[in-house]
């Protein structure tokens, strides 16, 4: 039996204290010691989210949470700006089309990225556009936007500013205040190390104010039954009771590492998988890359099923394909959370193997190489290992510095 | 630190195998391994609900698939039969009401029984009802309702039964196919001995024609998308992956003991159950309790929350109270799924012991007596120990009986 390593953009692999979380037996959630658990989360997840706006906590997968960002602020007629690249930003727009949404698009193609200015125009052109609905990082294409250019061009505006940030919030830099992001949507299962059945909304008192102006299309995700649970704090609903004591682990390990390093970390090891796959020859999918994973073509003559198959197969390594018209033809690689770098030199030495075994020409190791120079050169090491002293005792810094 | 016995009519304790399976590292969703157990949850699930319908797995708590049930069944402007006595079928009407849907209402006093006769007294005179929306067990009160009698009136009408098995289903009888349930909704934490987090819903061949033909209100709920990923199995968005494999491990146990027999066991517990609180001279909330809980009235003059608050910290034993107008009022504890005879007689024992703490006069030892005596005429304790012999070895078969 091959050791299982999952290195998919979602899900992620959990931290070994939140496993055991999980293992543990139920307990009731209208308790103080439930709340107290909420209250830990609700306060990490802002930590993680860098928000000082109410964090909302769903028991769904990441798509309702994008339900709720919809139905809760765009009224039945309603316009909505969405801002479209991608088989995940594709689904704003058909939520907002079954909700009897006015959808207006701004659609690049698939693996670019989208133009501040592009929406400043549309938005000056649109001025009753209620929300603008973007995406962080698409994981369908391995492309990070620039939501931070993005929000200087909507703040100015009455729209508000809606991110899916669901698959590397945690893992790729987001700045929900700074940024101006009015809802913020994740999920539980890629940046935050946890399993997959939470997701969240960070919402700001101008998507409250909305909110509460509106008839919403709602009622499991009426936002507003959520924020009157925050007084507990609550849910209005049954939690899902082990996946919030597994998550209050993961976001522990947030705290401790710091957020800051984090970014760094991660953009640290995509600048090595990239170097290593360019290094293989292979061509990456997108020129905007996300921190959080990497996309690359399977290269031609190469057949992107058997490739999976085989790293999985022989070595337990668990990529992801493509969706939609990008299926059998791109290989996705997370490097978010617990992925760390010998993770990805040893996805890089797999892919070589398989590589050659399917018969396309690489010269073993080159890939490695190219990512370990890259890993070499980072700045964040050292603190990295400061912050491991720092845990065994100070005795031993000395020695390793 | 007092032992912790959950008896609370949901979430409830999750047996030790499912726990254990929690705490295995996440595995990706997308193969063929977790496809299998998707197949074998869904047959487990078709088995605990008697039916040949097909089932639906939803990430989300329980009222994520009543609103499913709504949604997809009643367009904006139809009409919809709800039967209403009780916190949980209010929920109906809300729903309803959110979704533009126009709700008559049939309502009886918080306690009692819906009348068949009523409802196809009420049925004839609203032809165009599409759904009538039912709850099985009452957990806010603890009445369990004849939908057997309902199904009867409901049958030959145009109209759909809809059945809320939330809190029962798994315990108290319920033969969704034979009674004529077109959609039954469940959720994982209450009599299918789950963590909180899936709901689920079987959904009959008439039920489908109805949801394929209407203008749905729905996306993360829309139940096409998970009809048509049925056909893998899998589901449309990304899965509680862990609550899917713990809840596999939980329906291996129905198949065990078999579904006949643990409605019986119920039956027996909830017999025993009502036997000790009225020996102890407490009044149970209706003359029409259901199998998966018994709720009684706090006795006058004791305070209701320092009641339950004692059970806790004295003996680690956590009921429920009451909802609503119920509120201080009375208290509610579950049998069912994990809770057995022992657990019951010591929660009866923790009652009585602090009822007397109080200073209410109870005669130590009653309530634990008559129960025992109910439960020393158990028909099927023979069986059950049958069933333990069959396990261990069919040589001790004989020294037992």
């Known amino acids: 039996m ?6 998919t953009p979602g899900p992620t692999q959990v931290p070994e204290q939140a496993l055991l979380s999980l293992a543990r037996q139920i307990t009731h959630h209208r308790t103080d010691e439930f709340r107290s658990l909420v209250a830990e989360v609700l306060d990490g997840l802002k930590y993680v989210f860098q928000t000082e706006n109410d964090v909302v906590v769903l028991a769904s997968s990441g798509t309702g949470a994008m339900e709720a960002a919809v139905v809760n602020v765009v009224p039945r007629g309603g316009k909505a700006l969405v801002l479209e690249s991608g088989k995940f930003a594709e689904r704003w727009r058909k939520i907002g089309e079954a909700f009897g949404v006015e959808v207006i698009r701004y659609e690049v193609p698939w693996g670019e990225r989208f133009e501040a200015a592009e929406v400043a125009r549309l938005l000056h052109l649109h001025a009753d556009v209620v929300a603008v609905y973007a995406t962080l990082s ?7 936007h620039d939501i931070e250019a993005i929000g200087r061009v909507v703040a100015p505006t009455k729209s508000l500013l809606v991110v899916d940030g669901i698959s590397s919030v945690g893992a790729m830099e987001c700045r ?19 399993p ?57 390990l947030f705290r401790l590492e710091g957020i800051d390093r984090i970014w760094e970390r991660t953009r640290g090891l995509a600048r090595a998988t990239r170097a290593g796959l360019s290094a293989m ?15 690359a073509y399977v290269p031609d003559g190469t057949d992107g099923k058997r490739l999976l198959d085989r790293l999985e197969a022989r070595f337990g390594v668990k990529l992801a394909g493509g969706q939609g018209p990008l299926k059998g033809k791109i290989f996705r690689i997370a490097h978010m959370g617990m992925i760390d770098e010998l993770d990805i030199l040893s996805a890089l030495a797999a892919l070589e193997l398989v590589l050659v075994e399917l018969g396309h020409p690489v010269a073993l190791g080159c ?26 005792g100070a005795a031993f810094q000395e020695n390793v510095f």
């Not at 091959?2 to 290195?7: A, E, I, S």
């Not at 190219?370 to 070499?376: D, I, K, P």
């Open 2 to 7: 091959p050791k299982r390593r999952l290195m």
């Open 138 to 144: 698409e994981t369908s294409t391995g492309v990070g």
């Open 176 to 194: 929900t205040d700074t940024w101006g992001i009015d809802l913020l949507v994740v999920g539980g299962q890629k940046g935050l190390m946890s």
């Open 196 to 252: 997959p059945g939470l997701a969240f909304l960070a919402v700001s008192p101008a998507a409250w104010r909305q909110i509460e102006s509106i008839d919403r299309q709602a009622f499991y995700f009426d936002l507003v039954a959520y924020r009157k649970a925050l007084a507990a704090p609550d849910t209005p609903y049954t939690p899902a009771i082990p996946l919030i004591a597994a998550l209050a682990e993961s976001l522990r």
């Open 281 to 295: 020859g292979l061509n990456l999918t997108s020129a905007f890359p996300a921190d959080s994973l990497t996309a």
């Open 367 to 392: 890939g490695v190489a190219a990512a370990s120079r890259v890993l070499a050169e980072r700045a964040d090491v050292a603190h990295q290992q400061k912050t491991v002293c720092g845990a065994t």
